[in-house]
């Protein structure tokens, strides 16, 4: 036997996380594309982003209450609960990044965007993989994917040092420089989070929590070298 | 039986082999688990696979049905507990035991406690005993001002307790517990689980539960057990371990399937 209302509440519930998940892929690419062409407008994403995270963990709540999820059923469950608080957090990366386009005023940017719109693919491409191997519960995408999270920071190291040129040779750009800097760490920080997402897959499936690998540890190391 | 020195060792109870009978029916086959000291210890499983057999044959109570045998072993404080120098009555008054349907004595509250104590040759102050054995099994503020009154007058919750107090006063090591909350409301049932964590400190105890939220909440170890084939009924314990393995990541997928509500 199969309880088939509860098997459809928890399809519900990935569905619904699938939803959350292409609303903050937009925002993310949204917002980049909006700071590449300087076109300050105001988006209410990110507001529906948060109304949507809300929504899926009251249903969550109840699905707890309710159904007394045990083994895989409160594993995927509480796992989710941290999946969409995730996202949530990606969402407000790309909320950080259009308040620095509202803040750069009618300052031109300091240089074309080449690898800030990079990193942001390269973000949205592991995200949507990262969900679609949670839904799946596809352990071996889940453990493959966050490998790619050094080419984001190969880029960032990239944007970093390019940056620092300009900061180097004329101190006036420091403030202009900054900006590019920040978005770029908020891009860096989402294939963090991304990788996050896969080792909740993981455990959703194992039964085993463990973490992959610390992207922090990685950029500091590059820095060094 | 003699109290032997290993008293101080982990494990109160194992089974080794352990195959029963009744007649040529084997209900249970092959279990080997250790039941460990001062710690809680849940049965659970599918209605016919031998919870209550299996818990049973822990204090030899399966012998009041003539046709029931054991293979295998099952050793009590490093004893065989059933080798054939050993008294049964012994091994209950050891190993007490508490039912699904609370059994009250028809006798007064104070007899209740005291009847089963004279029986085995309690010589101390009686009245001591009862009052020890009613605070033991959280009775005692209830009914401390009407213990000449009829037990059967208590409601069913106090009735259960009364029956814990009572398997209590003979000073057992284990007490075993066959779904001794089915029958009560959840206040009761909350009740009778808070008791079983005081309990446990100077007892060990296994119960047999259809209730996975009570095995849940109120154990340390879990045994599953299930029908070992397909149209053989003979039931076996597939998984052992502790309770928040069992129902957070099980190994055994019949265990996660029965966890998780998906019956075979």
């Given at each position: 036997m199969i309880r088939k209302t509860f098997e459809n509440e928890l399809q519900q519930v990935k569905d619904d996380v699938l939803v959350l998940g292409s609303m903050v892929e937009q925002a993310i690419l949204d917002t980049v594309d909006a700071l590449k062409k300087r076109d300050v407008k105001a988006s209410e994403t990110d507001r529906e982003i948060n109304k949507k995270r809300f929504e899926i963990e009251n249903q969550l709540m109840i699905l707890i209450a309710t159904q007394q999820p045990m083994a895989h059923d409160l594993r995927l469950l509480a796992s989710t609960m941290e999946i969409i608080s995730e996202l949530e957090r990606m969402g407000d990366y790309a909320k950080g990044i259009a308040n620095i386009n509202i803040r750069m005023g009618d300052q031109p940017l300091l240089k074309p965007l080449i690898d800030v719109p990079r990193m942001a693919q390269k973000d949205v491409d592991m995200l949507h993989r990262a969900l679609t191997a949670f839904v799946e519960e596809d352990v071996e995408a889940a453990k493959a994917i966050p490998v790619e999270d050094d080419e984001v920071d190969a880029l960032y190291n990239q944007v970093y040092r390019e940056l620092m040129t300009f900061v180097i040779a004329d101190p006036k750009t420091m403030e202009r420089a900054n900006w590019l800097l920040w978005v770029a760490h908020n891009l860096e920080r989402v294939a963090d989070r991304v990788t996050n997402i896969c080792e909740r897959t993981i455990f959703i499936v194992t039964g085993e929590m463990s973490e992959i690998k610390n992207s922090d540890d990685e950029f500091w190391k590059q820095q060094k070298a | 039986m003699t109290k032997s020195n290993t008293d101080e060792t982990e494990y109160v109870l194992e089974t080794k082999d352990l195959n029963i009978f009744y007649g040529d029916f084997m209900a249970v086959t092959n279990v080997n688990m250790k039941v460990q000291r001062n710690k809680i210890t849940a049965i659970i499983g599918?209605?016919?696979?031998?919870k209550s057999t299996l818990l049973r044959a822990f204090n030899r109570m399966?012998?009041?049905?003539?046709s029931s045998r054991i293979e295998g072993e099952i050793i009590f404080q490093g004893q065989n507990l059933y080798a054939p120098e050993v008294d049964p009555v012994e091994v209950r008054h050891r190993i007490g035991m508490v039912f699904q349907k609370p059994n009250p004595f028809p006798k007064s509250i104070y007899d209740n406690i005291a009847w089963g104590a004279r029986i085995h040759g309690f010589k101390g102050d009686m009245d001591e005993l009862v009052v020890y054995s009613l605070k033991q099994a959280a009775l005692w503020d209830e009914v401390k001002d009407i213990l000449?009154?009829?037990?059967?007058?208590?409601s069913g919750g106090q009735q259960q307790r009364l029956c814990i107090a009572r398997a209590l006063a003979v000073q057992p090591e284990v007490i075993l517990m066959d779904e001794p909350a089915s029958a009560l409301d959840p206040i009761a049932t909350l009740k009778i689980e808070e008791l079983m964590q005081d309990l446990k400190k100077n007892y060990t105890i296994v119960i047999v539960t259809h209730n996975m939220q009570q095995a849940a909440r109120a154990s340390d170890y879990t045994a599953m057990m299930m029908l070992?084939?397909?149209?053989?009924r003979t039931g076996t314990v597939i998984e052992f371990d502790e309770t928040n393995v069992i129902f957070t990541?099980?190994?055994?997928k019949r265990t996660e399937d029965y966890v998780t509500g998906r019956f075979g």
């Open positions: - | 599918p209605s016919g696979c031998g399966n012998e009041l049905v003539p000449d009154q009829s037990g059967l007058a208590l070992d084939k397909e149209g053989v990541r099980p190994k055994d």
